[in-house]
């Protein structure tokens, strides 16, 4: 079955660089129309997308933090990995990974971990 | 970027009750609209894609409906566990977005 696992530090501080990881199973980045995405939530708070990374090493960002994260992938790992540089505690969010497939929604998720930014 | 505009923001109703919630794009977006369901502390739910179809193992009783730039999910007949906050989000472009949300709550 496909299963996603986000991991990564529980607190950063202010300016310093975030760095999770996701680790999944039961599908493969290989397969043509395969995505995994990075989405977060700040307490309380709306869901935002953040980037997408596909089967042909295609990469989005969202407009707004284009210039603080990358997102990269280890198909041999199953990983997908996220960075986002200079943290500040209005990054302190739930982060989620996520599958979709072609055109269809995000299908599969991880149960998302929280980074919490200490100023 | 593409805008995506939810509304209510908030919903009350009763069990059994048909609930709309309505989501506007700043553009088209042509049908690349999914629907998501949250409950407190848990990952999104997909509930609907490409604007009308209905994911698998997702109950009758939600639809999706529109296209361009107005769209709707209806819950035909509320029931307990529906209560959750819905979200909407276009992937018609290369940047992603999600609307604000719309939190269903016990009448």
């Known amino acids: 079955q496909v299963t996603l696992r986000e991991s990564g530090p529980a607190l950063v501080k202010r300016t310093q660089t975030l760095t999770l990881t996701c680790t999944f199973s039961?599908?493969?980045?290989?397969?043509?129309?395969?995505?995994v995405s990075w989405i977060r939530q700040p307490p309380g708070k709306a869901l935002e997308w953040l980037a997408l990374?596909?089967?042909?090493?295609?990469?989005y960002y969202s407009t707004s933090l284009r210039t603080r994260i990358t997102i990269s992938k280890d198909t041999s790992k199953n990983q997908v990995v996220l960075t986002m540089t200079n943290m500040d505690p209005v990054d302190t969010a739930t982060y989620y990974c996520?599958?979709?497939?072609?055109?269809?929604?995000?299908?599969?998720w991880g149960q998302g971990t929280l980074v919490t930014v200490s100023s | 970027d593409i805008q995506m505009t939810q509304s209510p923001s908030t919903l009350s109703a009763s069990v059994g009750d048909r609930v709309t919630i309505t989501c506007r794009a700043s553009?088209?977006?042509?049908?690349?609209l999914a629907w998501y369901q949250q409950k407190p502390g848990k990952a999104p739910r997909l509930l609907i894609y490409?604007?009308?179809y209905l994911q698998s193992g997702v109950p009758s009783r939600f639809s999706g409906s529109g296209s361009g730039t107005e769209f709707t999910l209806t819950i035909s007949s509320l029931q307990p566990d529906d209560f959750a906050t819905y979200y909407c989000?276009?992937?018609?472009?290369?940047?992603?977005?999600f609307g604000g949300g719309t939190k269903v709550e016990i009448k």
């Open positions: 490409k604007a009308s």
């Open positions: 996520a599958r979709r497939y072609s055109a269809n929604g995000f299908d599969y």
């Open positions: 990374i596909d089967w042909d090493e295609d990469k």
């Open positions: 989000q276009q992937y018609e472009s290369y940047s992603l977005t």
């Open positions: 039961g599908f493969s980045l290989r397969s043509s129309g395969m995505c």
């Open positions: 553009e088209s977006i042509t049908n690349y």
